[in-house]
């Protein structure tokens, strides 16, 4: 029997092994001080953050734990990534090592201000 769809990023990360919860919880909290007023929600059944639209979203899986900053948020840090598994729109960090939490942090702050960016000439 399917899992019903979370409705808050509680209940997704609630789905999954304990080790994999507290590495999720360390994606969520990085993510948040990163972007103190983002808000949080599902989108795609993922957990996200918000500003005027999405900025980044992360997922559990069997192995990895999937970051997704999109493909502007690839490109300019494509040259850090060089000990994980990636492609245009998404990183893979492995379970099994320390997860990247500055790389996290640079990533995301960068999707904010280029969300604020492009909001503030949507108004003009």
Do not use: C
């Not at 997860?99 to 990533?107: A, E, G, R, S, V």
Request: glycine share 4%.
């Amino acid at each position: 029997m399917d899992q019903p769809k979370p409705e808050n990023i509680d209940q997704y990360i609630a789905n999954f092994p304990v080790e994999a919860q507290k590495l999720l919880q360390q994606v969520r909290e990085t993510i948040h001080k990163a972007v103190p007023e983002a808000k949080e929600v599902i989108s795609y059944g993922m957990p996200a953050f918000k500003q005027n639209t999405v900025l980044v979203y992360f997922a559990g899986y069997a192995r990895h734990i999937g970051f997704y900053p999109t493909s502007s948020g690839i490109e300019a840090f494509k040259d850090e990534f060089a000990n994980y598994k990636w492609s245009k729109g998404a990183i893979q960090f492995p379970l099994d090592k320390p997860l990247p939490l500055d790389l996290i942090t640079k990533i995301t702050k960068f999707k904010a201000e280029r969300d604020l960016e492009k909001a503030k000439k949507k108004k003009v």
